[in-house]
């Protein structure tokens, strides 16, 4: 079947009131379903216990909840969330991906102060385009606590056709286990990185915290999460990579997977058996399902572990969460392999300003520059708005970077043909990537690596635009 024809989605439909009719929305076991993000939603940000399958945890989370709520809009439309903060600290959200109004973006202490213990913020935007997001805190190291949910943005005219839709969350997991995210913070500011951790798909260095677990949709591979659907069905697997420092392979244990869209922008599909997804990014695929249990594996990538959850049509046995998988190491699709479609190419052209970022290190601190300079102390890019923008992404240091640009959605450029749309693009030593972008939204945006522990000590900048 074409995924670009005409068809509707068959047994789907998640309508402004957030009704999942036919029960085709695969819930987090026991938890809630969809919420749509409309007036009277709350996002409580709390401190609690919270079980992840092999044993729980005190850590902080949206409503004791993890991940965090599966939050629902639709395209054209607007989101509305009130953040109440219970935590001891304070905190904001960012919603990752949305091109919405600069006041929105949560970034702290650029668009926002955090919002103060006991106090609470209203979250309140248009939502122009369809796809699959997430959201955060984005105050220091909460996000590696539980402090993340999805966003989805229904598509009023969706083109895919597929049966049923899974959310599929990945994260690392070390908080109330090995200690909390500012400990390992302090770990590496004192002894730098694991040196271990190392994969040749991501040109050496593969992390520098060894996390404990690896969750998908919040809970560990010996209690693992089961994903229902039926034989035969498409599914549309929409994956987001919420880890600190981990990028994943990923993989369904006998079925082959067709990606369609990438940080949620549309791409020409591409069929493989297992794709990477770098910290913030977002994957859809489709898959058609076969009659039985079959293992969905998140390979923590160059760190000897897995993240791990059951996609079961039929009854029988689960496979164990040590299951071999040949599908992680058939085709993988990376980055490289997208093209954006018609509907979202950014016609080319020649860029009104050119900007280059170097990503870089200062030994022997643990330390992350761009353009050689570590947060707060940045350089600040100005553009105007209207202007085409090109920024050229080098990376100069030894390790890859998931970078992040707030507000936009850029197109990469390679050397012949066109490249994805992303708003999150792991970038390996050595390697350098072209990426367009149109300056239509102003305001002031963060850049950053979204390795968190690389944002929080140094690759971290703004791209502002001129008043
Ligand atoms: Cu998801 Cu500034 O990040
Ligand atoms: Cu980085």
Redo the contacts with the bound molecule.
Sequence with gaps: MDPSSPIRRRGLLVGAAGAAAGGAVSRWAGRAGPVTAGPGTILRAQTGPVGIGARTVATWSYGGELPGPQLRAVAGGRAHVRLVNDLPAGTTV?W?GIRLENAMDG?PHVTQHPVPPGSSFDYDFAVPDPGTYFF?S?VGTQ?DRGLYGTLVVEDPTEPLAYDAEILVVLDDWLDGVTGTPDDALAHLDHAGGDRLLSSPILGGHAGDVAHPYHLVNGRTPDAPVTLAARPGQRVRLRIVNAAADTAYRVALGGHRLRVTHSDGFPVEPVTGDALLIGM?ERYDALVTVGDGAFPLVALAEGKNARGFAVLRTAAGAAPPPTVSVPQLNGRLITVADLRATDAVHLPPGPPDRTVTLSLGERPPGYVWTLNGRAHPDVSRTEVHAGQRVRLVLVNDSSMFHPM?L?GHTFQIRPAAGRGARKDTLIIRPLERFTVDLVADNPGEW?V?C?NLFH?ERGMMSVLGYAS
């Design positions: 960012h990752h970034a955060h984005h996000l913030g992040h707030h963060m950053h979204h944002g």
